[in-house]
């Protein structure tokens, strides 16, 4: 009988993106403090990707392990059909004051995919509900939104969805806006406008795809066009919201506003799963009726569970701290200074940096992919030298957790300094 929980999970767990043949066993995190985590055997790691995107303010991070304790105590779950919640009320309130002012209602899920389903089928609903029913969606190029089929769908075409090809629905695919190719991508929408039930992006930075970027000016005037052609915004934030950008949303950047937008990912700081879809008064309004049939039929069993609601509460708290928000701008001003010390490298193809994100892509004899063997080789390199990194192929990136020290953080610049020789 194998005895660590490495070999003991081997035997009874199937791994998210794992080909689990040649997977090595996974490593067992058996505590998780701050910016670190610590495996069976005693060694710690440094997250530099904030445990897949999610942590903000550290592992186990005692005020918001007090929130949720203390909730524990006093309601854990409720049915959120015909009942309320004071957590799920207070949370509402507070993020819809913090949101751009259309957004007016918020709907509860549990994840990333899901707050984009649900986007999705408000969209849909609302020109069904109208008697003009259209269903061809307008997505970028390299988009990811999650992997539930709504999500997939919308999402780039490529091996990961190749099985289910022919079940996907309709998308029309377009690059992301630059200054120059602006014309060109509003004159592809209006040959789609009669159409479009609605345009689904990631602002500013498609995380997923190898955290590339686009300008602000460049999406506001996409958006800008996509108004005036009456086609409604799915702005999908489940990755950048919450500080990502170097402000607390993406929206926060733009001078024209969506009609939806979805949260998850750093939604609770990475503490309970929960998803987010708020709307405009318009989208909701769709939906009222005397007709049944006009209801939005959508729910999970555990919708607005008061004790993420309550993990998200408390994020917030330590969200907008000053020694918080002043340590998103330190750690944006440290990539910012990396970056431009290393353009030059010439192991360096291309570098990116938008807030507390930082993406550099590898020079190889391969083609910049998902699939570059390099990924494997840096992930072993940056896992030896205790940091936790995830390669998207020869790209590796930055999204730490807002509590990581100047001097974590150079630790890590150092070692990707030694990478660059090395690997
Ligand atoms: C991760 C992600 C999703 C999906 O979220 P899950 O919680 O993993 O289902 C959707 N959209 C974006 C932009 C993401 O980065």
């Known amino acids: 009988m194998p005895h660590n929980l490495s070999s003991r999970d081997a035997a009874v767990n199937w791994h998210p993106y794992t080909q689990m043949q040649t997977a090595a066993d996974a490593i067992a995190i058996v505590r998780g403090s701050g910016v670190y985590l610590y495996d069976e055997p005693g060694n710690r790691y440094l997250d530099a990707i904030a445990s897949w995107w999610v942590t903000l303010h550290g592992h186990a991070h005692p005020y918001i392990a007090q ?7 006093q309601l854990e779950q409720v049915i959120f059909a015909g009942f309320t919640h004071e957590p799920a009320v207070l949370l509402s309130e507070r993020l819809l ?5 259309a957004q007016q209602k918020v709907f509860y899920s549990d994840n990333g995919s899901t707050a984009v389903e649900v986007a999705l089928k408000m969209c849909i609903q609302y020109r069904y509900n109208q008697g003009k029913p259209k269903t061809k969606i307008l997505a970028f190029k390299n988009a990811y939104h999650g992997d539930t089929f709504g999500a997939m769908s919308v999402s780039s075409r490529g091996i990961w969805t190749e099985p289910f090809g022919n079940m996907l629905f309709e998308v029309q695919f377009i690059d992301p806006p630059t200054i120059d190719n602006l ?48 086609i409604l915004m799915i702005q999908d934030e489940v990755f950048v919201g919450f500080g990502r950008t170097g402000k607390l949303f993406a929206a926060n950047h733009l001078s024209e506003q969506p009609d939806i937008m979805c949260f998850s990912k750093g939604l609770t700081g990475g503490t309970m799963p929960m998803g987010i879809t708020t709307c405009s008064a318009p989208i909701f309004e769709a939906f009222l009726s005397d007709d049944q049939y006009k209801t939005l039929f959508h729910g999970h069993s555990f919708t607005a569970n008061p004790l993420a609601c309550t993990a998200a509460l408390a994020s917030l708290d330590l969200l907008l701290q000053e020694s918080t928000q002043n340590s998103i701008q330190e750690l ?8 431009r010390s290393i353009t030059t490298h010439p192991k360096v193809k291309a570098i990116r940096h938008t807030g507390t994100i930082l993406a550099i892509e590898w020079h190889t004899t391969q083609d910049t992919s998902y699939f570059n063997h390099i990924g494997t080789h840096l992930y072993q390199y940056f896992l030896q030298r205790g ?13 730490p957790p807002y509590c990581m020290t100047q001097e974590e953080l150079q630790y890590i610049y150092q070692v990707i300094l030694e990478a660059l020789e090395e690997v």
């Open 97 to 101: 004051a913090l949101l751009p002012s």
């Open 332 to 339: 944006s001003a440290a990539h910012c200074r990396f970056a």
């Open 183 to 230: 014309e060109a991508l509003k004159s592809c929408i209006d040959t789609y406008t009669d159409e479009l039930a609605c345009f689904i992006y990631e602002p500013l930075i498609q995380g997923a795809a190898g955290m590339l970027m686009h300008e602000a000016p460049a999406l506001s005037a996409l958006m800008q066009h996509c108004r005036s052609r009456g």
């Open 67 to 73: 929130k949720v304790s203390e909730q524990l105590y």
């Open 387 to 399: 940091i936790l990194i995830r390669p998207l192929g020869n790209i590796i990136y930055l999204v």
